[in-house]
């Protein structure tokens, strides 16, 4: 158990591994789990169901600093709510997918969402193993750990395959996956590593071979910080 909260900023593109590695990273150290893109559509659910025009960018901005939000940072008990009402399964529906880019394309709303995030994360005494798209570069940059997963595009829409089933067309499936990552790109860069930020190519790792990598890192960081 980690006697010192830790902070692990993990980023990338969709189909990139980062929610599951994340998920067991969290367990494997003993922290804490935010997964910010579930922010992103538990917003993105809330502006839909309260009926505000997608089109216009400062009602959608305005509805997304109204709504309320909780989220789990247990990485074995997760769920979202909004108001109250539990919305775990529902923000993952294809209504919320499609819908999702006008939160996280809206400077005003990523700019609402970070403070929620870094607020989360400090809210955990343990620490937090944070993913997204920003967490290494915008959200948390001065986190000890941070890391980029990336991996080739067959095996990212393979991946999301595998999650979504035979629900989606090979079609719908590619806009999910790439055309979300090139909208996200229009405000945050995700594809590139920044300064002092681990690029990890998954490609050809097997899931155990990256969690092991982060992981050995954190401890990394977290003997050196004991021995100061």
Do not use: H
Request: glycine residues 6%; negative net charge; charged residues 25%.
């Amino acid at each position: 158990m980690i006697q010192q909260p830790l902070v692990i900023a993990i980023d990338g593109p969709a189909g990139s591994g980062k929610s599951t590695t994340s998920k067991e990273v969290a367990r494997r150290l003993g922290l804490g789990y935010l997964d910010t893109g579930a922010m992103y559509r538990a917003v993105t659910l809330a502006v839909l169901d309260a009926g505000v025009p997608t089109d216009e960018p400062e009602a959608v901005a305005q509805a997304t600093r109204e709504a309320s939000i909780d989220i789990s940072l247990d990485p074995d008990d997760f769920w979202v709510r909004i108001g109250g009402r539990d919305v775990t399964s529902e923000i993952r529906s294809g209504r919320v997918t499609e819908n999702a880019a006008i939160i996280s394309t809206n400077a005003a709303c990523r700019a609402d969402l970070v403070a929620r995030q870094r607020a989360l994360m400090e809210s955990d005494p343990r620490g937090v193993v944070a993913e997204g798209r920003d967490i290494t570069t915008v959200v948390y940059p001065e986190a000890p750990v941070r890391v980029l997963l990336t991996a080739s595009e067959d095996a990212r829409l393979a991946r999301r395959r595998g999650d979504v089933g035979n629900t989606v067309t090979n079609e719908q499936l590619r806009t999910q996956v790439l055309k979300r990552d090139q909208a996200d790109s229009a405000l945050v860069e995700f594809q590139t590593a920044a300064d002092g930020v681990r690029l990890l190519d998954t490609t050809d790792l097997t899931f155990a071979d990256v969690v092991d990598a982060i992981v050995t890192q954190a401890r990394e960081v977290i003997t050196k910080e004991a021995a100061q």
